[in-house]
């Protein structure tokens, strides 16, 4: 039995998240093995109405016990986005120490990418994003507010202990996949304090995996490379905030951003991992029943991975598959007019085996 937390969140959040607890049940359905406990927590940007904070001081408490957290998202409108952003996704991210941020991507049967690709599986990649400090420490600060002399600060904060653990994880992660190639995204020319011991670092680990070919990319000149020769790159490394930024050209260069997934990842184990579609809580299409929800379905696989349930994640991904392939099962960020419900269901009727 999984003790799985839902957090719903802000806008299309509370639509695509039931919609993957959906998919869950149903898989539960066919797999005897594969039993799930949901607990739902309301927090957002309505308990932020309610109680003026987004999720309550005890709430990491509430969730530690869990075997793993789907996420929907934290966006409104009315609440500045440092707020919904700190108060809650960071605050689950940084309490539980979830490291590493992951983000496979690549072009799903069916899903057209802006790229002109001679072969589709020229696009396939993970990117591996330090989400533990870097550029998002939260260290800083503003003086003499609104005066001419006003001062304000973010230090991009990067420590050895965090460095190297990125870069541990990251060089697994490429010795895991067919390519064993690994992409170092720097910035080490401009930034020559923190991103040279990040180098540093990243040259002393990539030692301990002898069998993995790696390369240091500008983080610039990565964007070019995704670009013009997306099929030279597989697992990428890069810091909080330059992950941040390569992560959404990825996820724009595979199709829509409704469809890409991640995880947060405490690769220790010592806390639940979260996982969550890398959209944000889009309120122009909210209630509409229009959310895609497939970047919350591939989120699920990867948890499915993560509790060791390797055979189910294969299964629900074919499924996925099966359902992009058909673009009149496409919602209308791909150009299609399928709603969530319908992509919903026919995932599920994916799932059976086929006569
Ligand atoms: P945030 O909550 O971070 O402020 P946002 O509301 O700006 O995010 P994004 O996730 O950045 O929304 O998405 C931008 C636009 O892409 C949305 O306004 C929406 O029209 C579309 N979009 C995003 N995710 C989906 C989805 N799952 N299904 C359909 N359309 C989507």
Redesign the pocket.
Known sequence: MYKIALIPG???GKE?IPAGQQILQALSGMESHLDFEFSAFDWGGDYYRLHHKMMPDEGLNALKGMDAILFG???DPDIP?HITLWGLRLKICQGFDQYANVRPTRILPGIESPLKLKHQADLDWVIIRENSEGEYSGVGGRVHAGLPIEVATDLSMMTRAGVERIMRYAFKVARSRAKKHLTIVTKSNAQRHAMVMWDEIGMQISQEFPDVRWDKELVDAATARMVNRPQTLDTMVATNLHADILSDLAAALAG???IAPTGNIDPERRYPSMFE?I???????MGKG????I?TFWSCAMMLEHLNEQASAKRLMQAIERVTAQTRLH???LGGLATTAQVTQAVIDALQPSP
């Open positions: 802000d806008g299309i695509v998202s934290a966006g986005d829509s951003l409704g579609p959209h944000g809580s889009a309120f122009d299409i229009w959310a895609n929800p970047g919602t209308r960020d």
